[in-house]
């Protein structure tokens, strides 16, 4: 079993070696803490038994359970009995950068955007793999564990590679587990809900309307929030709130900032709303998250 490439620095823990995404078995004994982090996780139940517990409740896992968890969420382990999780990790600028056209592929898009926060799951996405498709995500796994002892800088396309495989086995699953309602939704997402996604994402800190984002693209308001529903399973100010949330909890954990700075530099400049809307996320508000997780929070270095 390879040990991550973890440093620590102030309380918080981060992959020093510039990894672009890190795969690697993780054995659980009785009881593994809450923690945060503030990259992409998604692990899958190899071995043993154990209780997953996360802001979305908690979950008995068996052989073959994936769980993909969005950053900032919170979750650990209960009950656990030689619990063989098989992590895989990337940072939220790969997604942003060498996954951003996952966005508009229906399997991929659910998986990675549109899936962790439709139906109150908070960030959070769980599905079960079949036989054959659990021994397909091993291979990519064992390959993306091999990759991360190899020099990054080299094998750049190759852990991108595996890393597209690997989440597209997950993404067939989730498009099973979701059944009849991901038929129903049909193909890719409709251009104006990316360019919406896109638009919110990196103008969190404006003060946005509907009224206004339908203008910007163009479309009536009441036919925005329709395309919105379909494709994300948000209307556009619920998904704007997800961003906002997941960008203050990474802020919480990684810097200094106070938390009404925080809340001005993601749109919620009102102190006690910007409290209600990421409890309404987290579970906690801002202060208790920051005060519970700043000493054992994961952070993933970018790749240099």
Same mark, same amino acid.
């Given at each position: ?90 940072? /939220? ?86 059944? !009849? ?47 919105? !529903? ?48 990421? !409890? ?13 997780? /700043? ?10």
């Amino acid at each position: 079993m390879r040990e991550p490439p973890v440093g620590a620095t102030s309380g918080l823990f981060y992959f020093t070696d510039g990894t672009l995404a890190y795969a690697g078995h993780w054995v659980h004994e009785n009881t593994h803490p809450v923690h945060t982090h503030s990259f992409v996780e998604i692990t899958l139940a190899v071995g043993g038994e154990g209780v997953h517990h996360s802001v979305a409740g908690r979950q008995r896992l068996r052989r073959g359970d994936v769980i993909l968890l969005r950053p900032g969420v919170w979750h650990g382990y209960e009950e656990c009995r030689g619990l063989d999780m098989f992590n895989c990790c990337f940072s /939220s600028q790969l997604l942003h950068r060498e996954l951003a056209w996952t966005r508009e592929d229906p399997l991929l898009g659910y998986l990675l955007w549109t899936g962790p926060y439709s139906l109150e799951r908070r960030g959070v996405l769980t599905a079960h793999l079949d036989p054959f498709a659990f021994e397909e995500c091993l291979v990519h796994l064992d390959a993306l564990d091999e990759l991360g002892r190899q020099p990054a800088a080299r094998h750049r396309g190759d852990v991108i590679g595996r890393l597209s495989l690997f989440l597209s086995h997950l993404a067939r699953a989730a498009a099973q587990t979701r059944g !009849k309602a991901f038929d129903d939704a049909g193909g890719p997402i409709h251009p104006a809900v990316v360019q919406g996604m896109r638009l919110l994402e990196t103008r969190l800190d404006h003060r946005w309307t509907l009224s206004e984002l339908a203008e910007e693209l163009h479309l009536a308001p009441g036919y925005l929030v329709r395309l919105f !529903k379909s494709s994300v399973g948000l209307p556009p100010m619920a998904y704007l709130a997800q961003q906002r949330a997941e960008t203050a909890a990474a802020l919480l954990l990684g810097t200094g900032q106070s938390v009404s700075e925080i809340g001005q530099s993601v749109g919620w400049s009102d102190q006690n709303y910007f409290a209600r809307r990421f !409890k309404a996320h987290f579970g906690m508000s801002a202060t208790a998250y920051r005060a519970r997780f /700043s000493s054992n929070a994961f952070r993933l270095a970018e790749h240099q």
